[in-house]
C-alpha cells in the first residue's frame, strides 16, 4: 500500500472512532444544561435554559413534563415536553430529579 492510502484509511478508522465515542457517552437530554421541550406553532424547537426553570411537574395522566420558567415578558411562561408511553416518562423523570 502507498503512503496516500494507508493515510486516509488511518483518517478514516480515526473519524469513525470519534463518532462512536459520540454513541457510547451520549448523554441523556436530562443531564444537559438546556431542555428541547417542544416546538412552537411554526414547528421551530422550543429549547429552556436549566438555570431559568423554577418549577417542573409530571403530569402523570397525560404522559407530559410541565417546565416553569421565568421570562420578563410572559408572566405564564411554561413548555411541555410531551412522551409517547408512561415507561419513557418515568425514566426521563428519574434522570432530570436525579441530575437536575
Known amino acids: 500500500m502507498n503512503k496516500n492510502k494507508k493515510l ?3 483518517f478514516g478508522l480515526c473519524l469513525m472512532t470519534s463518532f462512536l465515542m459520540g454513541a457510547i ?3 441523556s437530554e436530562a443531564n444537559l ?3 428541547k421541550a417542544g416546538v412552537d406553532q411554526d414547528g421551530n424547537p422550543v429549547c429552556i435554559n436549566k438555570s431559568q426553570v423554577y418549577l417542573f411537574k409530571k403530569l402523570q395522566a397525560q404522559n407530559k413534563i410541565e417546565f416553569l420558567y421565568h421570562d420578563p415578558i410572559d408572566e405564564k ?3 411541555v415536553k410531551s412522551f409517547s408511553d408512561s415507561t ?3 425514566k426521563y423523570w428519574e434522570s432530570l430529579i436525579k441530575n437536575w
Open 8 to 10: 486516509l484509511i488511518g
Open 25 to 27: 457517552f451520549q448523554k
Open 33 to 35: 444544561a438546556v431542555i
Open 77 to 79: 411562561a411554561s413548555v
Open 88 to 90: 419513557s416518562l418515568d
